[in-house]
């Protein structure tokens, strides 16, 4: 696991000089040391590469140092092609962890309206996840024109509450994936990522900002991240530029060359665990070369 370098307790109160008087206060947690940050990496950088050759890629990815990787593939029951029990075993054999994984929280398959519940689809889901090893199931976007409405907004996100109290009882923690509409959008006067945000239990939905799809949504994450500061657990380090000719007016790019400003947006998530690097956009560089340099920045940054 990448982190920030930090002192150990012993040799910080030995630097600093600091007495055996004052260790009570060092033990309380609003005393304590920074914890240090999990990096990750969006297997959805690779996709194309996990597609064709999944294991092959993990080996790529295990390779250029990452620790930690976040799934976009969990179809049939299955990670990549796999099940939980072999998936798990190949990401044990190349010293990987899997933390979170994406898979979207759809209501039409996942909800049982009649009977308040859950289907066995995403029971499984929940199960397998727990199984594979993640601490957070993450589901990315929703079709918000299937939300047109406050209410049946607020009804999306009871459920986002159910599916929090349901990886909680896993051992997990539910979060949820912004993309752009989340922030151009509105419902009245509010956007709908201020209106998830009131109606989603903190304790029960932990959210995952991420740092490039919310600037096609007009805003940018220092903002929101100083508006939100202790709400986002989990982020996605993704940089970003300008295009032209093309339906959305920012993609994304090698960290640090864009205009995202991630190293200080790093340095303001003070509450963020877990940083997952992201590119969707190569501009002719290999993906798998992408995802190197990406680490390689992260790495210089300290993390």
Same mark, same amino acid.
């Given at each position: ?21 004052? %260790? ?19 297997? @959805? ?11 092959? $890629? ?24 796999? $099940?939980?029990?072999? /998936? ?30 859950? $289907?066995?689809?995403?029971? +499984? ?10 601490? @957070? ?19 999306? /996100?009871? #459920? ?5 109290? %349901? ?13 752009? /509409? ?23 939905? #932990?959210?995952?900002?991420? $740092? ?15 508006? @939100? ?52 956009? @190569? ?15 992260? +790495?210089?940054?300290?993390?």
């Amino acid at each position: 696991m990448a982190s920030k370098m930090i002192h150990s307790r012993r040799s910080f109160l030995k630097k600093s000089g600091i007495t055996l008087a004052t %260790l009570s206060l060092a033990s309380n947690p609003l005393f304590s040391l920074a914890k240090p940050k999990t990096l990750a990496l969006q297997l @959805y950088t690779v996709r194309d590469a996990m597609r064709n050759n999944p294991l092959d $890629t993990l080996k790529q990815v295990a390779a250029i140092g990452y620790k930690n990787v976040e799934h976009a593939n969990y179809v049939n029951q299955k990670f990549y092609g796999y $099940t939980a029990k072999e /998936f798990k075993e190949i990401l044990a054999d190349l010293d990987l962890k899997m933390p979170s994984g994406h898979t979207g929280l759809d209501l039409k398959v996942h909800w049982n309206e009649s009977k308040k519940d859950f $289907t066995d689809v995403w029971k +499984k889901l929940v199960d397998d996840a727990a199984e594979v090893g993640q601490h @957070y199931v993450v589901s990315p976007s929703f079709n918000a024109n299937d939300f047109p409405t406050e209410d049946s907004l607020r009804h999306l /996100f009871e #459920v986002f509450n159910k599916s929090g109290e %349901l990886c909680k009882k896993a051992g997990m923690k539910f979060g949820y994936h912004n993309h752009d /509409f989340e922030f151009s959008r509105k419902i009245g006067t509010k956007r709908l990522y201020e209106l998830i945000l009131e109606n989603t239990d903190r304790n029960l939905v #932990v959210q995952q900002l991420d $740092t490039g799809n919310l600037f096609n949504g007009g805003t940018n994450a220092i903002e929101v991240i100083n508006k @939100y500061p202790d709400r986002f657990e989990l982020l996605h380090v993704k940089d970003e530029i300008e295009v032209a000719d093309s339906s959305e007016k920012y993609e994304s790019t090698i960290l640090g060359t864009g205009i995202a400003q991630i190293k200080e947006v790093l340095a303001h998530s003070t509450a963020t665990q877990v940083f997952i690097v992201e590119q969707e956009a @190569y501009q002719g560089i290999d993906p798998v070369r992408c995802a190197q340099k990406d680490f390689e920045v992260m +790495k210089k940054w300290g993390y």
